[in-house]
């Protein structure tokens, strides 16, 4: 596997990881509020073929409630 592909793996892993903690009882959401950010901004752009030729993510419909 190649480095960015491995770098975006363990990323998503990891805050795959953090979403699952978050919802067990008893988790500290404190640290989950501190993390998540930081570690969602850390993501690396994907890698090639994980979207389709074309894609672009800000070319859909904007999101219910934005201006």
Do not use: H, I, K, N
């Amino acid at each position: 596997m190649c480095p960015d592909c491995e770098d975006f793996a363990r990323t998503v892993l990891l805050l795959g990881q953090l979403a699952l903690y978050a919802d067990m009882a008893g988790a500290d959401l404190d640290f989950v509020e501190a993390v998540s950010p930081s570690l969602a901004a850390s993501l690396p752009e994907p890698p090639p073929g994980v979207f389709p030729d074309g894609y672009d993510p800000d070319g859909g419909p904007a999101p219910a409630g934005d201006c």
